[in-house]
């Protein structure tokens, strides 16, 4: 069956400071790969997206890149903000799949940051 | 974008008592919506899919006469936990689906559920 598999965390940075969160997923199909952002109190609000191989999604500084040869999805950002601390989660949805499971997320375990001033 | 509501936020209930969360797509019809469940410091995991007008489908594990689930209209699906006990206190997050094809899933903000 279809995997994400995230960096585990926490993660804490310094403001200003490079970030990666490490995804990688097994898949049956052709997957869309998505990264969503949970905010403190908050409910779930997509980040990015990239729907086919060598797409890169990106938003709010932040990007991600569909790597099918290594089958990763690592979400980075240059220079993070204490704004930008979260939860991220890393997630895929197998059209392929078909059936009642269409539009199915499969989602990772997720990877609290923290980012201080 | 478009906006799902949960209601309620946070309940606190008796043990033995059923509950029932809302969810509601507010400015767009969802033909499919989604049922999670999310323990502190982890992942979601799906429970169920919900479609208009027929039986939801349970993931694995699941026990659908503990958690039913209607989606009775075309922007109206509801999570009753039934014969509650302490250990289904969680996190319950829906989302939505936005018509036919495929496209972004929507989330609601989650609804807070504690057994006493």
């Known amino acids: 069956g279809d995997s994400v598999t995230q960096m585990e965390g926490p993660v804490t940075l310094s403001e200003e400071a490079f970030l990666t969160i490490n995804c990688t997923y097994t898949?049956?199909?052709?997957?869309?790969l998505f990264w969503y952002v949970q905010y403190p109190g908050e409910g779930l609000q997509l980040l990015l997206k990239a729907t086919k191989a060598d797409d890169k999604g990106s938003n709010k500084g932040f990007e991600a890149t569909y790597r099918k040869e290594t089958t990763s999805f690592h979400l980075e950002k240059g220079s993070v903000q204490v704004s930008d601390s979260a939860v991220y989660f890393c997630?895929?949805?197998?059209?392929?799949?078909?059936?009642?499971?269409?539009?199915?997320?499969?989602f990772g375990q997720g990877t609290i940051l923290t980012v201080h001033p | 974008g478009a906006v799902v509501s949960q209601h309620p936020s946070r309940v606190i209930c008796k043990s033995g008592t059923s509950v029932k969360i809302e969810c509601r797509s507010l400015d767009f019809q969802a033909t499919t919506m989604f049922w999670y469940r999310q323990f502190p410091k982890q992942s979601l995991m799906l429970m169920a899919t919900?479609?208009?007008?027929?039986?939801?489908?349970?993931e694995q594990g699941v026990e659908k006469d503990k958690f039913l689930i209607n989606h009775a209209s075309l922007t109206l699906s509801t999570l009753t936990v039934t014969s509650a006990h302490p250990e289904d206190s969680s996190f319950y997050i829906c989302?939505?689906?936005?018509?036919?094809?495929?496209?972004?899933?929507?989330f609601g903000p989650g609804t807070r559920l504690t057994v006493t």
């Open positions: 898949a049956t199909g052709y997957p869309s």
């Open positions: 997630a895929l949805s197998d059209h392929h799949a078909g059936g009642t499971s269409y539009g199915k997320l499969t």
């Open positions: 919900s479609n208009e007008g027929s039986k939801a489908t349970y």
């Open positions: 989302s939505a689906l936005e018509g036919p094809q495929l496209s972004e899933q929507y």
